[in-house]
């Protein structure tokens, strides 16, 4: 009985003062990358906890940006097709393998739907988009014997990669959103976060539940995205919870 005292009276202390549980707040970031807008929303307790694993999140996401773009003829997947034929496999980092080696097992289960190795169709098609008329059928037929997943050796144990045929162009835009999402949710941990969402170009990753009544409380930064002359990120507390 005596032991139970303590806890007897601090349940009644609490009462007394009207103790609560801390307030979540719902904040969020936006910035571009990959060509869009990614946008962050995170529940958490505390603005500086927020900030920090948006802002981190938001990095990753930038910095695979720069190895998955087709678009820069700097980045790491550009890189890879350019002169690599022909000099066997090529060294490349922890992310453009885990990207591949996910593209060609998705490959292989929609039997060929799925091929990042589509590049020299695209282009193919982007030009024509440009120039207002349409690819000859010699055209396409010589852009489809550069695509296959057939054509690209991947080596998981050296991370290292080999487009075997020569004009091969690797396109990620059908994985690469939806990879550095889950990249960027892995960044926001648990600690005094409740719940967070990531999404860009239509895409979405999630975790944890927003609080109770949190949907219909709506809000946002604005479509706009970060401001001119200001930070690189946008970030603002959009509605505090009751």
Same mark, same amino acid.
């Given at each position: 009985?005596?032991?139970?005292?303590?806890?007897?009276?601090?349940?009644?202390?609490?009462?007394?003062?009207?103790?609560?549980?801390?307030?979540?707040?719902?904040?969020?970031?936006?910035?571009?990358?990959?060509?869009?807008?990614?946008?962050?929303?995170?529940?958490?307790?505390?603005?500086?906890?927020?900030?920090?694993?948006?802002?981190?999140?938001?990095?990753?996401?930038?910095?695979?940006?720069?190895?998955?773009?087709?678009?820069?003829?700097?980045?790491?997947?550009?890189?890879?097709?350019? +002169?690599? $034929?022909?000099?066997?496999?090529?060294?490349?980092?922890?992310?453009?393998?885990?990207?591949?080696?996910?593209?060609?097992?998705?490959?292989?289960?929609?039997?060929?739907?799925?091929?990042?190795?589509?590049?020299?169709?695209?282009?193919?098609?982007?030009?024509?988009?440009?120039?207002?008329?349409?690819?000859?059928?010699?055209?396409?037929?010589?852009?489809?014997?550069?695509?296959?997943?057939?054509?690209?050796?991947?080596?998981?144990?050296?991370?290292?990669?080999?487009?075997?045929?020569?004009?091969?162009?690797?396109?990620?835009?059908?994985?690469?959103?939806?990879?550095?999402?889950?990249?960027?949710?892995?960044?926001? +941990?648990?600690?005094?976060?409740?719940?967070?969402?990531?999404? +860009?170009? +239509?895409?979405?990753?999630?975790?944890?539940?927003?609080?109770?009544?949190?949907?219909?409380?709506?809000?946002?930064?604005?479509?706009?995205?970060?401001?001119?002359?200001?930070?690189?990120? $946008?970030?603002?507390?959009?509605?505090?919870?009751?």
């Amino acid at each position: 009985m005596f032991c139970k005292q303590p806890l007897v009276l601090a349940l009644l202390t609490c009462l007394a003062c009207g103790c609560r549980a801390p307030r979540v707040d719902r904040y969020e970031m936006r910035a571009p990358a990959m060509g869009t807008e990614f946008r962050i929303v995170v529940y958490a307790t505390q603005e500086a906890r927020a900030g920090l694993v948006m802002q981190r999140a938001m990095d990753r996401i930038r910095e695979l940006d720069t190895i998955l773009s087709d678009y820069s003829a700097s980045s790491e997947l550009r890189r890879l097709t350019q +002169g690599a $034929t022909g000099s066997g496999p090529v060294a490349v980092s922890r992310d453009l393998m885990g990207l591949l080696l996910q593209a060609r097992a998705v490959s292989a289960q929609t039997e060929g739907a799925f091929d990042v190795t589509v590049g020299p169709l695209v282009r193919l098609w982007r030009r024509a988009f440009r120039q207002g008329e349409l690819p000859t059928a010699e055209a396409i037929a010589r852009a489809r014997e550069r695509v296959g997943m057939d054509f690209l050796a991947l080596y998981p144990d050296t991370s290292s990669a080999w487009p075997r045929r020569s004009g091969m162009a690797l396109d990620a835009g059908g994985i690469g959103k939806g990879y550095a999402l889950d990249q960027a949710l892995e960044l926001i +941990g648990p600690g005094g976060i409740q719940s967070a969402l990531v999404e +860009g170009g +239509g895409d979405r990753a999630g975790a944890g539940a927003a609080p109770r009544g949190a949907a219909a409380r709506g809000g946002g930064c604005g479509s706009g995205g970060p401001r001119r002359g200001a930070s690189r990120y $946008t970030m603002c507390l959009v509605r505090p919870l009751p």
